[in-house]
DNA sequence: TCATTGATGGTCT
DNA sequence: GACCATCAATGAG
């Protein structure tokens, strides 16, 4: 039996903010999709921030794409695309509108339905069912959206730079990714 | 425990 | 045609 906590629905103002300030604010955070009357449920414990054009590890350093327009659209959507020809990555647009900042989510630890392995950003769409049809989805909705604890935890953040993007240069060694520490869910390395 | 590799497809050059 | 914001299975040590 799972007790699952009062939860809150993070309001439009919460992703207008900067990608970093988003990535670490996401933290403990929880992610709702609900498919056929069931809701999967994790908490969020590891995410990546890719700060937009100028960052050449992010997909928006492409320039606005048919791919890559949803992370130049208003913050507060979701960005689902594939990699390595099998695997889904969610990320979180983020503010402010047309920088194309947003947030990978890598890890999440199981709260209710949820399918699987969740340490990887690969493993945790498939264990909430996130797939191409998501891409671009309003996270205000109803049926997929991020949301607060309303007591929330104490935890401390620890920064590492990015996984898998060693191509970026410079910028793969920003320590972008963000994750709490202690957490036995977050993607190993 | 670590390093290597195969699977597999959309996007960009 | 090359390149990936990955994962699981394999084999060596």
């Known amino acids: ?15 207008e903010r900067d990608a970093t300030t988003v990535a670490k604010d996401l933290l403990g955070r929880y992610l709702l999709h609900i498919t056929g009357g069931i809701a999967r449920i994790g908490k969020i414990v590891e995410v990546e921030a890719y700060l937009g054009q100028q960052d050449l590890a992010a997909h928006a350093s492409k320039g606005l794409t048919s791919r890559t327009a949803v992370l130049f659209g208003p913050p507060g959507h979701a960005y689902v695309y594939r990699i390595y020809g099998l695997h889904w990555c969610m990320n979180v647009v983020s503010g402010p509108v047309g920088k194309g900042g947003s947030v990978l989510l890598r890890a999440i630890q199981p709260v209710q339905n949820v399918l699987g392995p969740t340490r ?70």
């Not at 498939?126 to 049926?143: Q, V």
């Not at 607060?148 to 970026?168: C, D, L, Q, S």
Request: charged share 25%; hydrophobic share 40%; proline share 6%.
């Open 1 to 15: 039996m799972v007790i699952t906590p009062a939860l809150e629905k993070l309001p439009r103002s919460f992703y």
């Open 120 to 189: 990887g950003p690969g493993l945790l769409c498939r264990a909430l069912e996130i797939d191409k049809r998501l891409n671009g989805h309003d996270l205000l909705s109803d049926d997929f959206f991020l949301a607060a604890a309303f007591e929330p935890e104490a935890f401390t953040i620890t920064n590492r730079p990015r996984i898998g993007v060693n191509y970026a240069g410079a910028w793969s060694h920003q320590l972008l990714r963000f994750y709490i520490e202690d957490n036995s869910f977050i993607s190993r390395r």
